[in-house]
């Protein structure tokens, strides 16, 4: 029991990193007072840029290109939502379709059918010495790729930065009242503009993640809706770096029952658990309606930019 224990557990930490990274950045872009719908997009993009980028430099430059592709499909979302101030909804929207249309075709066009499978290196889990030892969540925290213990560290660096320094501090402020934060001087624009593509690249190494160091290859549409439900991640996390992770922890959760029980031979159909991380992002979204410190301009549009 317990050897299924904590191989559930590791499996709850394995799943949970490409939400916690998307969510991580989704709550830096919408503590600016942006809500960006194309998040699935960077997910997308990053993965294949990763596929791209380890073939011709190996695992880190896979996660490097992933990044700069997931950077760059946010940039565009930035263009309408931010200079341009469209409909955040609506841009959004536009650019998760024509990622996730882009990135097949160029896929096809990159591979043909054979596929990208077979020269794709991937990360292997690695050990922390004695940390890997505890009893339980040993193995489940400190036996895993290399990119997760990245996260462990990027959280509180986040977390620190946006409730420690003046940068996380004007951040907030236009968040919450951009009209006072632009008084005072900053520019809120550009402060806006680089919180989407920070959060553009977080997704782009959360697409990586998927590719390289959990599924070996890509596959059209293997985003399968992880920047929706990273952007459900950030509302149960209360707009909060830690908070974030620690929900992706929940959903990792649900998306690990599958293979649990298919491991202990249940004989409930496997479809039921493909479709628990989606129900409970229902089930968030509505629990937490009302009762929520969201930023209040998130999504507003109607403001003059410095």
């Given at each position: 029991?317990?050897?299924?224990?904590?191989?559930?557990?590791?499996?709850v930490?394995?799943t949970?990193?490409?939400?916690?990274f998307?969510?991580l950045?989704?709550?830096?872009?919408?503590?600016s007072g942006?809500i960006n719908?194309?998040l699935?997009?960077?997910?997308?993009?990053?993965?294949?840029?990763?596929?791209?980028?380890?073939?011709?430099?190996?695992?880190?430059?896979?996660?490097?290109?992933?990044?700069?592709?997931?950077c760059?499909?946010?940039a565009?979302?930035?263009?309408?939502?931010?200079t341009?101030r469209a409909?955040q909804?609506?841009?959004?929207?536009?650019?998760?379709?024509?990622?996730?249309?882009?990135?097949g075709?160029?896929?096809?066009?990159?591979?043909?059918?054979?596929?990208?499978a077979?020269?794709?290196p991937t990360?292997?889990?690695?050990?922390i010495?004695?940390?890997?030892?505890?009893p339980?969540?040993g193995r489940?925290l400190?036996?895993?790729?290399?990119?997760?213990?990245?996260?462990y560290v990027l959280?509180p660096?986040?977390?620190w930065?946006?409730?420690r320094?003046?940068?996380?501090?004007?951040l907030?402020a236009?968040?919450?009242?951009?009209?006072?934060?632009?008084a005072?001087?900053?520019?809120?624009?550009?402060v806006?503009?680089?919180?989407?593509?920070?959060?553009?690249l977080?997704?782009?190494i959360?697409?990586?993640?998927?590719?390289?160091a959990q599924?070996?290859?890509?596959?059209e549409?293997?985003?399968?809706?992880?920047?929706?439900?990273a952007?459900?991640?950030?509302?149960?996390g209360?707009?909060n770096?830690?908070?974030?992770?620690?929900a992706?922890?929940?959903?990792?959760?649900?998306?690990a029952?599958q293979f649990?029980?298919?491991a202990?031979?249940?004989?409930?159909?496997?479809?039921?658990?493909l479709a628990?991380?989606?129900?409970?992002?229902?089930?968030?979204?509505a629990?937490?309606?009302g009762?929520?410190?969201s930023?209040?301009a998130?999504?507003r549009?109607?403001?003059e930019?410095?």
């Amino acid at each position: 029991m317990i050897d299924a224990t904590s191989a559930f557990l590791e499996g709850v930490v394995r799943t949970a990193t490409p939400l916690a990274f998307a969510a991580l950045g989704e709550t830096v872009t919408e503590r600016s007072g942006i809500i960006n719908i194309g998040l699935e997009g960077s997910i997308i993009a990053g993965a294949l840029g990763a596929v791209v980028g380890a073939g011709y430099g190996g695992v880190w430059a896979g996660f490097a290109f992933g990044a700069v592709c997931g950077c760059a499909v946010a940039a565009i979302f930035a263009l309408f939502a931010v200079t341009l101030r469209a409909d955040q909804i609506i841009s959004g929207t536009a650019v998760t379709l024509l990622a996730l249309g882009g990135t097949g075709t160029l896929y096809r066009i990159l591979y043909g059918s054979a596929g990208a499978a077979l020269n794709t290196p991937t990360l292997d889990p690695a050990s922390i010495p004695l940390l890997s030892r505890i009893p339980v969540v040993g193995r489940a925290l400190f036996v895993q790729p290399s990119i997760t213990y990245v996260l462990y560290v990027l959280v509180p660096v986040v977390m620190w930065w946006t409730y420690r320094t003046h940068a996380g501090l004007g951040l907030r402020a236009i968040g919450e009242n951009p009209a006072a934060a632009i008084a005072a001087g900053i520019r809120a624009k550009k402060v806006q503009f680089l919180a989407v593509l920070f959060g553009g690249l977080l997704g782009g190494i959360s697409g990586g993640t998927l590719v390289l160091a959990q599924a070996g290859t890509f596959v059209e549409g293997m985003s399968a809706g992880r920047g929706f439900i990273a952007i459900a991640i950030v509302v149960l996390g209360r707009w909060n770096p830690l908070g974030a992770a620690l929900a992706a922890l929940v959903f990792g959760a649900a998306s690990a029952l599958q293979f649990f029980f298919q491991a202990t031979g249940s004989n409930l159909p496997y479809q039921l658990f493909l479709a628990f991380p989606y129900v409970l992002t229902l089930v968030a979204l509505a629990a937490t309606h009302g009762r929520t410190n969201s930023p209040a301009a998130l999504g507003r549009q109607d403001f003059e930019q410095s």
